[in-house]
């Protein structure tokens, strides 16, 4: 094996155009990747470049697991540089857009997944503006039309919203503590002469 491939072994490697420069700056920050005394003068191109060619040089023990990025890996760093970032800021014409397309999904859901009451000609539409929204599944509004849409017949794939890792783990912890509710029973008795409720006012 060449010292090449040594170096190189997770193949090569395409930083996902959603991350931005002030992002690689941060994430170079908080990785402790040098690149100089002022990151700011390096455009977007160059700053990825050194993220790639560094990441052969970390090993699992530099990243750790309470970081914002929740990378517990190497291969964990990797995945969330190479897939589109949830975290993008959206222009105002993308949000109104965006809002559009999950209101029209919302009638088709509502109006018994009937498409004769929709816009659209058939089923392959519907999966495709679903599969446009479902990059945004920091959204509320955007994960509840994904869960109404699951509920098609029709669709035969399961559409699942992108959340950003912290997002991602946030929801984890809800449908945890949402569990965790509903094993609690509640026990609701009446008074008997043996076994009296005493109501007592300090």
Do not use: W
């Amino acid at each position: 094996m060449s010292n090449e491939e040594q170096e190189m072994p997770y193949g090569q490697i395409y930083i996902h155009k959603t991350h931005s420069k002030r992002e690689l700056i941060e994430m170079m920050a908080h990785f402790r990747i040098f690149i100089g005394e002022d990151p700011t003068q390096y455009n977007k191109k160059e700053l990825q470049q050194v993220i790639i060619d560094t990441i052969p040089k970390i090993k699992d023990d530099d990243i750790k697991y309470d970081n914002k990025y929740l990378c517990n890996s190497v291969e964990d760093f990797i995945n969330y540089l190479v897939s589109y970032n949830t975290k993008k800021v959206l222009s105002v014409k993308e949000k109104e857009n965006l809002m559009k397309i999950s209101k029209r999904l919302n009638n088709y859901c509502k109006n018994d997944y009937n498409l004769d009451f929709t816009m659209y000609g058939n089923i392959y539409e519907i999966i495709n503006d679903a599969q446009k929204i479902s990059k945004y599944g920091d959204s509320p509004t955007i994960r509840k039309t994904l869960k109404l849409l699951n509920l098609d017949p029709k669709i035969n794939i399961v559409l699942k919203p992108c959340l950003s890792p912290t997002d991602a783990m946030d929801l984890l912890e809800q449908e945890k503590e949402l569990q965790e509710r509903k094993k609690k029973k509640i026990t609701i008795r009446c008074a008997t002469p043996n076994e009296p409720i005493i109501v007592r006012f300090d």
